[in-house]
């Protein structure tokens, strides 16, 4: 069957900022601002990637602050 459909958003986990601010509806720029103050992240090389679900779990416990 067609089962795919929740193993094709696994593979997109690591997302670039573009993609991560489009998910998000945030800036490039506002974006750097979190990483700086320790949103979840991976290097790879010189390239940031995020996890979506991590990133929206650091956000949800930034505003409970």
Do not use: C
């Not at 089962?3 to 800036?27: D, I, N, P, R």
């Not at 490039?28 to 996890?51: C, T, W, Y």
Request: charged residues 25%; proline residues 2%.
């Amino acid at each position: 069957g067609m089962t795919g459909s929740s193993t094709t958003a696994k593979a997109a986990k690591w997302m670039t900022y573009k993609q991560l601010g489009e998910a998000l509806s945030v800036s490039q720029s506002a974006l750097e601002r979190l990483v700086a103050r320790g949103m979840p992240h991976l290097k790879i090389n010189r390239m940031v990637r995020f996890d979506i679900e991590a990133v929206q779990r650091w956000l949800e416990r930034q505003q409970g602050r």
